[in-house]
């Protein structure tokens, strides 16, 4: 089918079938047309061709009458009368029955017959036709039924009227009935006259006509069906996916069109007169023009199929290929137009929108002030205007509606990025242009933000991996120096100065190991990727535990713990093990920093739904730092960091609270330093 | 008999020391600077112990503990910079023994390794009769009130060794303060159970090798004490 399509050949042989069956047809055609005079006639007595035949007949038979009677006269030369004579004896001659089809009697006002042809024993065969001719008048008078009016007609017999016409005094008037003899009987008597001939044409013509129309039907049948595969085909090439655009394409589908309307038109009109000179000459008169004529005539036919088909299969390509549009002079113009008009709106509302905010809202309540005030002037007189003025309040107060609708939805926006959510984008669909330029911009704000806590998240959650590889990477070398340390001392020295530097490294290679745990815990907790299982946790046995681990070594101090705790238990949703943690950093500091001989004070208070345990002590040295220092990385009480805290303790204790959701407080009042923690209450 | 001891490392320095710690406490030692070769030495030797680092370059300590665990039951204790509880966790499932955490203690590495040895030689340790309480290494024989851990006998005064016995009785039970005092004592608890906390404190030096990161007498913290369940071993 694809192959069929792509075959130039299949093209080429269909384009000339097409021409051939559009010139058959036609040559088909015009023959036809030869029996277009005969058609709708009762008989060949009934065409025009057998009336003129008649009337020659009538006339002749009126000029032989004048004739004899010319004879008759007697003023007239010898040569006169050979000359009458002979004309005479042609026109009796050419009326002899054996030399004619036409027969006829003619009879005088007194009923009598003066001449006839029929033959011995012959009457005249029907249908009877009747003329009047007067004598010194050299042509006849058809009697047809028109004629009634002017003559006095009598009824004679069934079907024939005998016609008197009154004719002036002196002259003599003549009926003539004629007939003609039956076809077959011409056929077979072989007298081969103009009404023999007329009978066989006329004879061919109705009996060939429907033949010659059908064949020609046919044939434009055929090639219309030539042009639709013509048509099918067009724009497909072979190699060629989808459609191929000739040369013809090229031409701009108007300008092609008005090109081949020309020509069709040109080449119809020649046709036409071609048709007409052919119809007048060799239909109606029987002449012969040659073949040329109807030869030309179907070629000019083939030539107009040619056109139409040319026409038609540009126009299915430009469909096919979806070029119409693209290739019509009519639309690229309107297209240009209309976007001329495009861009002159949008350079109008872009001046609009230039001008200030202020302005436009000025210049917007005047105009709409202004036809305000004349439209309900014109109402009192003038219907439309009325309506007019309804209309435009309506759409006013529309406008307004969609402005505040609008500005609602910009305020909830806002009021959601406010509250934290920076994923929130407001919708800004339908709005009016400077709501819709703000909520851009409020948009805008909110992703930046976004990306910008995600990038400080992003950015913590490196620190703290960073911190943790880091200080993997100490504890390794750490490891050997604190064994190697330890193998040195099981060595022997003489000399009492190494023992002393031994103790030295040991020392210190103990507090770096405590300073790398405590960074990596440091980091963890301030960048919350610990994890946090909180649980239901009792405070009093927690605080419980953590002075049975502590008890001693603050005893050791010389510190003494006061407790005091509410009746029965009381519970926080926390981790047990971050808590604890917070407890053993809050009571290592007592042991590292309080006064020796001073009490501890661990207190428990619970109520409104807040539980918070603070640890109160005398510090040693004075605190000369304020409390939002201490809780700082690496900031302790004292200045010189001689002792053996790392200065993490506060700050991971802080972190780790507010991890399980709590607050930790440091207050410092002279010498009394003072640490809250508080969670929530668990019921 | 002498038992060997495999050690595995990447650090050279760091296997050097616990070479010389546990050569000096009369073990053998094969060593090994990868998971690799740590599989080609249990292949070629016969190994009772694995010392093994978790971070090392071709194959990690948790992959090759997997690997040795398909064939064999050697005690491994993981050695780890890692102090994070999931890498804790994953290598005790995943079947190693113990673990200890760098920077460590010589000490207490030698205490494990001797823990481990006396556990995995012993086939089944003392035999179970009516008055006996197992769990890991502590054994408690009721009738002749002794407690030993992995062996050898710890004294315990009066109230650690009713303590002990009340916890090693419902292994994986978490008991409170006040709970333990009103049992051991048979007195209601009057806020007076901090000396429980104390007493606690005392029983787990004597029974764990480090105090400070008990593998079998556990605190709860806000909730109370227990020992492990099916603690290794």
């Known amino acids: 089918m694809k192959k069929l399509q792509e075959s130039h050949l299949s093209k080429v042989v269909a384009a000339v079938l097409m021409l051939a069956l559009v010139f058959t ?7 036809a047309v030869q029996a277009v005079p005969y058609l709708d006639r009762e008989s060949y007595q009934d065409t025009a061709e057998f009336y003129r035949l008649c009337r020659t007949f009538e006339d002749q038979i009126a000029s032989a009458f004048a004739l004899a009677r010319q004879l008759e006269a007697e003023n007239l030369t010898y040569v006169e009368r050979q ?10 001659q050419s009326f002899d029955s054996s030399a004619t089809n036409f027969r006829f009697v003619v009879c005088n006002d007194a009923g009598e017959d003066v001449a006839f042809n029929l033959n011995t024993a012959e009457e005249l065969p029907a249908p009877v036709h009747y003329a009047r001719f007067t004598l010194g008048e050299p042509w006849a008078e058809e009697l047809d039924e028109d004629s009634y009016a002017a003559v006095e007609a009598t009824a004679v017999e069934d079907g024939v009227t005998e016609i008197t016409i009154k004719a002036p005094a002196g002259s003599v008037s003549y009926t003539i009935e004629y007939a003609v003899v039956p076809g ?9 006259d103009a009404l023999c001939h007329l009978y066989l044409r006329y004879d061919t013509a109705t009996s060939t006509f429907s033949t010659w129309v059908g064949v020609a039907g046919s044939c434009l049948v055929l090639a219309a069906a030539c042009i639709l595969f013509l048509l099918w085909t067009a724009g497909h090439k072979a190699g060629a996916e989808g459609i191929v655009l000739t040369w013809q394409e090229k031409i701009f589908f108007d300008l092609y069109l008005a090109a081949m309307l020309v020509a069709g038109t040109a080449i119809f009109a020649g046709g036409w007169w071609l048709l007409e000179y052919y119809y007048h000459t060799c239909v109606e008169q029987q002449g012969q023009e040659g073949a040329w004529l109807p030869l030309s005539i179907a070629a000019l036919c083939a030539l107009f199929a040619a056109v139409i088909a040319l026409t038609l ?8 290929g979806r070029a119409l549009a693209r290739t019509t002079l009519l639309c690229r113009v309107l297209v240009w137009l209309w976007k001329g008009l495009g861009k002159a709106v949008r350079w109008g509302l872009e001046l609009v929108r230039s001008l200030p905010f202020l302005w436009r809202t000025i210049a917007g309540f005047l105009a709409y002030f202004l036809a305000n005030v004349a439209l309900f002037n014109e109402a009192r007189y003038n219907a439309l205007a009325g309506a007019i003025w309804w209309l435009l309040n309506l759409a006013v107060l529309l406008l307004l509606c969609r402005w505040s609708m609008s500005f609602r939805k910009l305020r909830r926006g806002s009021q959601a990025i406010a509250a934290g959510n920076l994923s929130y984008q407001i919708d800004t669909h339908r709005m009016p242009h400077e709501l819709r330029c703000h909520a851009e911009d409020l948009n805008n704000i909110s992703k930046g933000m976004a990306e910008a806590v995600d990038e400080q998240m992003k950015s913590e959650r490196f620190k703290a991996e960073l911190i943790t590889n880091v200080s993997h990477d100490l504890k390794t070398p750490l490891t050997s120096i604190i064994n190697y340390v330890d193998l040195l001392k099981t060595t022997q020295q003489d000399d009492p100065k190494a023992l002393e530097y031994i103790e030295v490294l040991d ?47 603050l005893e050791a101090r010389k510190l003494t713990l006061v407790t005091s705790l509410p009746e029965g238990e009381t ?21 590292k920093y309080a006064m020796e001989g001073t009490r501890v004070y661990l207190d428990l208070i619970r109520g409104h739904g807040q539980v918070s345990l603070s640890v109160k002590n005398i510090s040693r040295e004075p605190l000369n730092v304020p409390p939002e220092r201490l809780m700082e990385r690496f900031v302790r009480g004292e200045e010189s960091r001689t002792t053996e805290g790392s200065g993490l303790g506060l700050s991971i204790a802080r972190s780790l609270t507010e991890l399980q959701g709590g607050t930790f407080e440091l207050a410092v009042d002279g010498d009394l330093f003072k640490a809250i923690v508080t969670l929530p209450q668990a019921n | 008999m002498t038992h060997t001891i495999l050690i595995c490392d990447d650090d050279r320095d760091i296997v050097s020391a616990l070479d010389i710690y546990l050569s000096s406490e009369g073990y053998q030692t ?5 998971g690799r070769e740590a599989l080609r030495a249990v292949e070629q030797n016969d190994i009772h112990l694995i010392l093994m680092d978790i971070m090392m370059p071709e194959l990690d300590g948790i992959r090759t503990t997997a690997k040795l665990r398909e064939g064999s039951n050697v005690p491994i204790i993981l050695l780890t910079a890692k102090s994070e509880d999931a890498d804790k966790i994953l290598g005790l499932n995943i079947g190693a023994d113990d673990y200890i955490t760098k920077p460590f203690n010589p000490l207490e590495v030698i205490a494990r390794v001797k823990s481990q040895l006396r556990r995995y030689t012993s086939l089944g340790g003392a035999e179970k009769g009516p008055g006996l309480l197992c769990v890991g290494p502590i054994a408690m024989d009721d009738s002749a009130k002794q407690v030993t851990v992995d062996g050898s006998p710890v004294s315990l005064t009066p109230i650690e060794y009713n303590i002990l016995k009340l916890l090693l009785s419902h292994p994986g039970q978490v008991f409170s303060s006040a709970q333990i005092y009103e049992q051991v004592w048979n007195d ?32 709860v913290w806000g909730l109370g004490y227990k020992i492990e369940k099916g603690a290794n071993g």
């Open chain 1, 25 to 31: 047809g036609a040559m088909f055609g015009l023959k």
């Open chain 1, 83 to 92: 000359q009458l004579t002979r004309e005479l004896e042609q026109l009796k």
């Open chain 1, 571 to 591: 519970w926080v949703y926390a981790d047990g093990r971050h808590l604890w943690r917070v407890l053993d950093n809050l009571l290592s500091n007592c042991a």
């Open chain 2, 188 to 219: 209601p608890a009057y806020g007076s159970e901090n000396t429980v906390a104390v007493h606690i404190r005392h029983l787990r030096e004597k029974i764990e090798i480090n105090p400070a990161d008990p593998r079998y007498l556990k605190v």
């Open chain 1, 507 to 553: 020392r210190k290679s103990q507090r770096l190991k405590k300073l790398t745990e405590d960074l990596v815990e440091a980091s963890k907790a301030s960048t919350g990727v610990l994890s946090v299982n909180r649980e239901k946790i009792g405070m009093a046995q927690l605080m419980d535990q953590a002075m049975g681990e502590w008890q001693e070594k």
């Open chain 1, 313 to 320: 299969r540009t126009f299915a390509v430009r469909l096919k």
């Open chain 1, 184 to 192: 077959e009987q011409m056929l077979e008597s072989g007298v081969e």
């Open chain 2, 30 to 34: 094969v060593k090994a600077y990868n």
